[in-house]
Nanobody, 123 residues
């Protein structure tokens, strides 16, 4: 059984910073791309940032220059450092990963989601 567990959410004032973590656990053989998504009330879930297994990152235009995603492959963990935060960053943040596990048919990849962590930017 594979699990993704996010942590680090909370309340922060505009202009402040937060760092989210997402740890993958279970019978993991390999992890490909990992990403952070967010969903604000009444809006669709959107991608915030992504990182490949080799460390190549991509960001939504709305967070470029403010958010930084990093990855520790030894710990199966990704991070999202959020700086200069704005009220419009308020959302539930979800971690996503393409994870390979062993099966009777060999290595099989599937997409997994964490349970989400609330981030609120407000004075």
């Amino acid at each position: 059984q594979v699990q993704l567990v996010e942590s680090g959410g909370g309340l922060v004032q505009p202009g402040g910073s937060l760092k989210l973590s997402c740890a993958a656990s279970g019978s993991i053989i390999s992890i490909n791309d990992m990403g952070w998504y967010r969903q604000a009330p009444g809006k669709e879930r959107e991608v915030v940032a992504s990182i490949s297994s080799g460390g190549t990152t991509g960001y939504a235009d709305s967070v470029k220059g403010r958010f930084t995603m990093s990855r520790d492959n030894a710990k199966n963990t990704v991070y999202l450092q959020m700086n200069s935060m704005k009220p419009e960053d308020t959302a539930v943040y979800y971690c996503n990963a393409e994870i390979g596990v062993g099966s009777e048919y060999g290595l099989r990849f599937a997409n997994y989601w964490g349970q989400g962590t609330q981030v609120t930017v407000s004075s």
